[in-house]
Nanobody
């Protein structure tokens, strides 16, 4: 099975940018559809973005379109989430997740493997 480790979180001012990374080990990243999710205090975990195995198709939650970009480098076994124009409401723990199906899905329950999460705080 695959193990996932996120990094790149931190404190950023509104309007700023961060790039999150998710490093995979144990199995080739190319075997998995990958997703980014986030969970704010007191809220359910929600889908942020997803990318198919070859990186050819990407999907975003409506509130992230135009601000976030998901990408992957299968040779480096790493998935990225570039986040621009960050807002205070983007504050959350961000998780990457892996799914062995073919299509990207937004449901938390579809992803079998999860990282431990990285905290993103947007505040002035």
């Amino acid at each position: 099975q695959v193990q996932l480790v996120e990094s790149g979180g931190g404190l950023v001012q509104p309007g700023g940018s961060l790039r999150l990374s998710c490093a995979a080990s144990g199995r080739p990243l190319s075997s998995y559809v990958m997703g980014w999710f986030r969970q704010a205090p007191g809220k359910e975990r929600e889908f942020v973005a997803g990318i198919r195995r070859n990186g050819g198709n990407t999907y975003y939650a409506d509130s992230m379109k135009g601000r976030f970009t998901i990408s992957r480098d299968n040779a480096k076994n790493t998935v990225y989430l570039q986040m621009n124009s960050l807002k205070p409401e983007d504050t959350a723990v961000y998780y990457c997740a892996a799914d062995q199906s073919v299509a990207v899905v937004a449901a938390v329950s579809e992803y079998a493997y999860w990282g431990q999460g990285t905290q993103v705080t947007v505040a002035s």
